[in-house]
Nanobody, 123 residues
Framework: QVQLVESGGGLVQAGGSLRLSCAASGRTFSRYAMGWFRQAPGKEREFVAAIRWSGGGFYADSVKGRFTISRDNAKNTVYLQMNSLKPEDTAVYYC?????????????????WGQGTQVTVSS
């Protein structure tokens, strides 16, 4: 069982930056694939970024070049650095984990989810 707790959300002006963190429980965190998803009001949950247990990120086209996913296995934490934020990035951001060794881009592929953290970007 893995428990995930996100933090770092908030209100920021367009062009600003935020760094989200996702702290995970469990001794096997280093072997888990991790991902970030987001859900805006009235929209479906969408993929943002993912990272393998060994590192190496993959991004949605909408955030490529602006967001960076990383992980610190010693701290059982995955991060999402978000730069050049836009109003359309406004959403609840969720952290997800799965024991797969692959890059996972679909929400249904993840077994564990955090409670989400709100990110609001004002224009």
């Amino acid at each position: 069982q893995v428990q995930l707790v996100e933090s770092g959300g908030g209100l920021v002006q367009a062009g600003g930056s935020l760094r989200l963190s996702c702290a995970a429980s469990g001794r096997t965190f280093s072997r888990y694939a991790m991902g970030w998803f987001r859900q805006a009001p009235g929209k479906e949950r969408e993929f943002v970024a993912a990272i393998r247990w060994s590192g190496g990120g993959f991004y949605a086209d909408s955030v490529k070049g602006r967001f960076t996913i990383s992980r610190d296995n010693a701290k059982n934490t995955v991060y999402l650095q978000m730069n050049s934020l836009k109003p359309e990035d406004t959403a609840v951001y969720y952290c997800a984990a799965d024991s797969s060794i692959a890059i996972l881009r679909e929400a249904y592929e993840y077994d564990y989810w955090g409670q989400g953290t709100q990110v609001t970007v004002s224009s």
